[in-house]
């Protein structure tokens, strides 16, 4: 859009003092962005990135389909375990409630032990 002027000529005057203040603030503001983005990229190099944010995030969201195929894995073995109990004892949800559960559990404790946070013993 075209600046509007006053026809007395005062329009563009009272604009440049809040324009060049804007402009100092935008300066300003510039200059602290350009010095966080180069502290953060200094304190990236030091703890040895992974070449970026992209692969951080892709490691990351593979870590995160991993954990969470383990749990999901851990239910659904369960759950067919007790399924087939159930079918073959003829103990209807009996068998299927005590699987599930079990199979949580499982995916759990393999999901804690796949995050680090458990040691794993293995015996070794």
């Given at each position: 859009m075209a600046e509007r002027t006053n026809d007395e000529g005062h329009g563009n005057r009272e604009k440049l003092?809040?324009?060049?203040?804007?402009s100092a603030r935008l300066g300003s503001l510039d200059q602290r962005l350009s010095e966080i983005r180069g502290n953060r990229k200094i304190e990236t190099?030091?703890?040895?990135?992974?070449?970026?944010?992209?692969?951080?995030?892709?490691s990351a969201m593979a870590l995160g389909f991993r954990l969470s195929s383990e749990l999901i894995a851990g239910v659904i073995v369960g759950a067919l375990i007790g399924w087939g109990i159930d079918h073959l004892l003829s103990i209807s949800?009996?068998?299927?409630?005590?699987?599930?559960?079990?199979?949580f559990t499982a995916g759990v404790v393999n999901?804690?032990?796949s995050a680090?946070?458990?040691?794993?013993?293995?015996?070794?």
């Amino acid at each position: 859009m075209a600046e509007r002027t006053n026809d007395e000529g005062h329009g563009n005057r009272e604009k440049l003092p809040d324009e060049a203040a804007l402009s100092a603030r935008l300066g300003s503001l510039d200059q602290r962005l350009s010095e966080i983005r180069g502290n953060r990229k200094i304190e990236t190099d030091q703890a040895g990135g992974q070449g970026g944010d992209g692969a951080a995030r892709a490691s990351a969201m593979a870590l995160g389909f991993r954990l969470s195929s383990e749990l999901i894995a851990g239910v659904i073995v369960g759950a067919l375990i007790g399924w087939g109990i159930d079918h073959l004892l003829s103990i209807s949800p009996w068998g299927l409630i005590v699987f599930v559960l079990l199979g949580f559990t499982a995916g759990v404790v393999n999901v804690v032990r796949s995050a680090g946070v458990a040691p794993d013993r293995t015996g070794r």
